[in-house]
């Protein structure tokens, strides 16, 4: 069984930096893709920054300058670093990791719990 687990959420004030790791746990052979999301109240879950097997990132417009994805296969973690963080930044993260290759099978996904970020102005 694959776990995905978020750490790093918090309290920042604006212009303020914060890093995000999510840390895949089981028998993990590889993972296809990686993401970072994001939620409000009431709102729908949005894609804030992808990374994909061969190097190529993705990033919502509102973050791009500002947010960097990244991973070390070798911990299977990936992180969010997020700078000139902004009141709008405020919500709940989530991680999500795509086509994940186990040494039984592959998993089609899997999400994080999700951890809070609060900015504050």
């Known amino acids: 069984q694959v776990q995905l687990v978020e750490s790093g959420g918090g309290l920042v004030q604006a212009g303020g930096s914060l890093r995000l790791s999510c840390a895949a746990s089981g028998t993990i052979v590889s993972i296809n893709a990686l993401g970072w999301y994001r939620q409000t109240p009431g709102k729908q879950r949005e894609l804030v920054a992808s990374?994909?097997?061969?190097?190529?990132?993705n990033y919502a417009d509102s973050v791009k300058g500002r947010f960097t994805i990244s991973r070390d296969n070798a911990k299977n973690t990936f992180y969010l670093q997020m700078n000139n963080l902004k009141p709008e930044d405020t919500a709940v993260y989530f991680c999500?990791?795509?086509?994940?290759?186990?040494?039984?099978?592959?998993?089609?996904?899997?999400w994080g719990k999700g951890t809070l970020v609060t900015v504050s102005s």
């Open positions: 990374l994909t097997s061969d190097g190529s990132t």
């Open positions: 999500n990791a795509k086509r994940i290759a186990t040494m039984n099978r592959v998993i089609p996904g899997a």
